[in-house]
């Protein structure tokens, strides 16, 4: 694509140079500081309140700042970071058995299919243990030893045990840890929390983001919040595939409105499929239900070798029975990475081999752990997994395998950030899963508490302050002619979508754009299929523009008209990634390209063509995106075929 | 299968509510509570008629945004359950299902099956947290937790907030909640040198709100969708009332509840 608008933006990341172990410590000698009586001069906006934006607003609060936090929910305790299950990776090595911040930097890279920025991935190694610190000190009653010491499981990935977690509900500890210490801020009066209002447009004015446009979602009242800087953490955008195993509210909004705006969206077409959830039951089904990867320490996955073996499980012999992770990759097993657990499943399911009523699960087992270590130690282990899973299916775990089956989960793309979390407009910072800047092309389990909690808590109040001390924000008013003129923008998008009153109902569109995303930029993808994709996405916008019944008016508690929003921009985003899934000719991590593999079915990289970061510009309604490239440099860990085997 | 709502319908706190009926399908037996509303809103909305307001995020009974009554049990008729993952299946073909908000007094109402629950957000204000600002930390092995104190933190942390005991306790107590949060805290080492003045602010924050007395009625915890023990509430009351024995105030500032929408102010 030829940028005909606007010439393509010089990328600076920022990236520090010198011995990568000490670039985190230099650069924040390097970064400006402002001093402690300033900093109560300086009005923030963080939009989000899960692990990135809760732990960045309480820190910002702690240190002086005046700091407006906001959230779409009534609490800011119901972020969707509370759905994580598993864990959070840190490289304490308190076991001993060989972890170090190398070892998770070097799992990570390679885990992320040599697609992530090896800086940003050794600080983020770096900032994990001081993590572990933190959350122990707030109170998060991480699982303990006898002894009273941290213990630790294994994840996917990872040949070391270096996941603390608690029980089977770590992200819920760890955001109440966040949100705790936000509310703590909110007693004191350095943040202000405004729930149930979400953000619909950015107010950039000469050059920098200085606020934001936002509804009550209670009383639809349209009203600006200024700041001289905001701070986007407001989750992925897996809902574009309508089923995901995001909440319902989780939503691109935020970051799609600041990307028309000028913030380049970076690797859209990187999405992660988790291996192991619940499979679908239903046309009316409204989500998916993850089961943890940390399940995949005590369980084994298998599959009939016969194609359309209807046995029950317990009737299948072992010499029967295909444990094809354990067979295709000896040295990791069960616990391979996410994308090639879930390419895997899908191809043994493709075959005619897959299990349950529609052919689209695999088996995951625990009857070798249970006879092994016995119900309690499991119970103990995943006992309200268990329970979560025979509440909605109805079936016993501890006595019948589950049936899982991989579902959209987590996307590693976002808006382009450099080292210091800013996108390409001065003053914009994004943090958590919202940016694209630690995970390349597949994230390990575990790490994505560890990303959010290490922006928030850990890098973005060094870097902030570096912003406000350089660019030093002139004064803005509520009558700025950008303020309002986004104001007045935000209205008329909301008055259009009340007025169309056609003859479908919002989710009946996304449904489709979801199955449009899922079967031709899903798990794998393929030129044909991604330039149909694009084609019946466009179709499918111009008709919702025209028959979509958004019921109700915009003065008070309008759910249908919240989602009419969010899903107008799924579309575009949709669109977005079909065109860099297109545009890059290759595989890596969750990006299967079925033309770019090796003879056994593994992903096959370009490094030559391919090994940089796609940053996408806007260039209005209707005009192709603008493709700029911030070109990947690995001095450490030397790129190659990743192998599990 | 089919089965009749009978849900609360009120378009804002200023006008009369009313039950209104509707006869819905089943699809089948993995179909959740929230995915039949989900159903019967398509069908409202292709009618012409304003869809359910009902609050719920994650689906999957860990936000806690979800909650309603169904024939007057909060999160229905299945123990240990949010309404996002109760199924179908438990329900007889022909069933009335009656479905109203929490009623509370500290709950005010917003709309349909929806209430106000920032009172809570203000309870952990009053001290629900531990005062550690971020960096100070020390290692996390220094602090060694025994395992049966950090199963205890963590059964009592397990909350989720979501308002069902309110709603089911006949004093419209906030009790569990609050003990929940002292409790979370109070057996954690960590937790120790706030102990009892974050007892004495949380319950006087409770009070200021406008919950009830708790008269250990029990109704809390045996809707509570996360089984939150009774015993967290003993576990506050012995708290507050050494915590007031040694403060001594005579009077502890509480924060102003605020019901209005309009996020003016501070």
Redo the contacts between chains.
């Keep these: 694509m030829t940028g005909e608008v606007t010439m393509p933006i010089q990328l600076d990341a920022r990236i520090p140079t010198g011995p990568i172990e000490q670039a985190w410590d230099n650069a924040r000698f390097e970064m400006k500081l402002v001093n402690p009586a300033n900093k109560r001069r300086h009005n923030l906006i963080v939009v989000g309140s899960g692990l990135a934006g809760g732990s960045a607003a309480a820190t910002l609060g702690e240190l002086g700042y005046n700091v407006k936090c906001f959230c779409f929910q009534d609490s800011p305790r119901r972020a969707h970071s509370i759905a994580a299950q598993g864990g959070i990776n840190a490289a304490k090595n308190y076991q001993n058995d060989g972890d170090s911040i190398y070892r998770l930097f070097y799992d990570t890279v390679k885990g992320g299919d040599f697609r992530a920025r090896e800086g940003n991935v050794y600080r983020l190694a770096q900032n994990s243990v001081h993590i572990i610190d933190q959350c122990v000190a707030q109170g998060v009653p991480f699982a303990r030893e006898y002894g009273g010491t941290l213990d630790n499981r294994s994840f996917g990935g990872a040949q070391v045990s270096r996941t603390f977690y608690a029980r089977g509900q770590t992200g819920q500890q760890l955001l109440l840890g966040a949100y705790q210490a936000l509310e703590r801020q909110v007693d004191s009066g350095q943040v202000t929390m405004i729930p149930r209002t979400e953000m619909l447009d950015l107010i950039v004015v000469d050059g920098q983001a200085r606020g934001i446009v936002t509804r009550n979602l209670i009383t639809g009242k349209l009203g600006v919040h200024l700041a001289d800087a905001v701070i986007l953490a407001t989750g992925g955008y897996g809902n574009v595939y309508y089923l995901s195993t995001n909440a319902k509210g989780s939503n691109a909004t935020a970051i799609w409105r600041a990307h028309k705006r000028g913030a380049l969206f970076a690797n859209p077409c990187f999405t992660q499929i988790h291996p192991t959830c619940i499979p679908v039951s239903g046309d009316y089904q409204s989500k998916l239900t993850l089961m943890s990867e940390s399940l995949r320490n005590d369980g084994r996955i298998w599959v009939p070798k016969q194609k359309g073996d209807k046995r029950k499980p317990d009737q299948i012999p072992e010499d029967e029975r295909d444990y094809y992770l354990e067979r295709k990759y000896p040295a990791f097993g069960n616990l391979v990475p996410r994308d090639v657990a879930s390419r895997n499943s899908k191809a043994v399911c493709d075959e005619g081999r897959g299990v349950g009523e529609t052919g689209l699960g695999v088996y995951l087992d625990f009857s070798d752990a249970i006879s092994r270590l016995g119900v309690e130690t499991i119970r103990e282990r995943y006992g309200n997994l268990f329970d979560m899973y025979q509440r909605i299916t109805d079936e016993d775990p501890y006595k019948v395998p589950m049936r899982i089956y991989p579902a959209m989960h987590y996307t590693m793309g976002g808006l382009w950030v450099d080292y210091q979390l800013q996108s390409t407009i001065p003053g914009l910072f994004v943090l958590g899963e919202a940016n694209f800047s630690d995970h390349g092309a597949n994230r390990l389990g575990a790490s994505a508490l560890m990303q959010g909690l290490s922006d928030g808590y850990f890098i973005i109040p060094y870097t902030i302050g570096n912003y406000l001390a350089s660019a030093k924000p002139k004064p803005v008013k509520l009558s700025d002619p950008a303020a309002q003129a986004a104001l007045a923008a935000t209205e008329q998008g909301v008055a259009k979508l009340l007025s169309i009153k056609g003859k479908r109902t919002v989710d009946s569109f996304h449904r489709e754009l979801g199955k449009i995303m899922w079967d031709d930029c899903g798990m794998s993808r393929n030129a044909k299929g991604l330039e149909e994709a694009i084609g019946k996405i466009r179709a499918l916008r111009e008709e919702y523009w025209q028959n979509v019944n958004v019921p109700g008016s915009g003065d008070d508690l309008n759910q249908s008209l919240e989602k009419a929003g969010r899903v107008a921009d799924f579309f575009e985003l949709g669109e977005l990634m079909c065109i860099d899934a297109l545009e890059r000719n290759e595989s890596c991590g969750g990006h299967f390209r079925e033309e770019y593999q090796t003879p056994d079915g593994e992903a096959q990289r370009d490094d030559e063509h391919f090994s940089y970061v796609a940053a996408w510009g806007w260039t209005g309604p209707g005009n192709p995106p603008e493709l700029n490239k911030e070109p990947l440099e690995f001095a450490y860990v030397h790129p190659s075929q990743r192998s599990y085997k | 299968m089919r089965v009749k709502l009978t849900i609360w319908r009120q378009?804002?706190p200023a006008t009369q509510g009313k039950f209104v009926s509707y006869p819905v399908e089943v699809?089948?037996?993995?179909?959740?509570m929230?995915?039949?509303l989900?159903?019967l809103n398509?069908t409202l909305?292709?009618k012409?008629?304003?869809?359910i307001?009902f609050?719920?995020?994650?689906?999957?009974?860990?936000?806690?945004?979800c909650g309603f009554m169904i024939n007057g049990v909060a999160h229905g008729p299945?123990p240990?359950?949010t309404i996002c993952?109760l199924?179908m299946?438990h329900f007889k073909d022909g069933e009335e299902l009656v479905l109203e908000p929490w009623r509370s007094a500290a709950f005010s109402f917003?709309?349909d099956l929806?209430v106000?629950?920032?009172a809570?957000?203000r309870i952990?204000?009053?001290?629900?947290?531990?005062?550690?600002?971020?960096?100070?930390?020390?290692?996390?092995?220094n602090?060694?937790?025994?395992?049966e104190i950090?199963d205890r933190?963590?059964d009592a942390?397990?909350c989720?907030?979501c308002g069902a005991c309110v709603a089911a306790c006949p004093n419209g107590s906030a009790a569990l909640f609050t003990g929940a949060k002292i409790a979370?805290?109070g057996i954690?080492p960590?937790?120790k040198p706030e102990e009892d003045h974050r007892a004495v602010r949380m319950v006087a924050q409770m009070n200021v709100e406008g919950f009830g007395s708790c008269t250990n009625i029990g109704e809390c915890t045996g809707v509570c969708p996360k089984e939150i023990p009774l015993e967290v509430i003993a576990k506050m009351n012995h708290d507050y009332l050494l915590g007031a024995w040694k403060e001594r105030k005579e009077v502890i500032n509480a924060?102003a509840p605020v019901t209005d929408?309009?996020?003016e102010g501070?």
């Design positions: 378009k804002n699809a089948n037996g993995e179909m959740s929230l995915e039949l989900d159903v398509e909305i292709e012409g008629e304003d869809p307001a609050d719920h995020d994650c689906r999957e009974g860990i936000c806690g945004m299945m240990a359950t993952q199924t299946r917003v709309k929806v106000d629950r920032r809570f957000d952990i204000q009053a001290g629900g947290y531990i005062s550690i600002s971020t960096g100070s930390a020390q290692d996390g092995n602090i060694p937790v025994g395992k950090a933190a963590m942390a397990a989720i907030g979370h805290l954690l960590q937790g924060i929408w309009t996020f501070k």
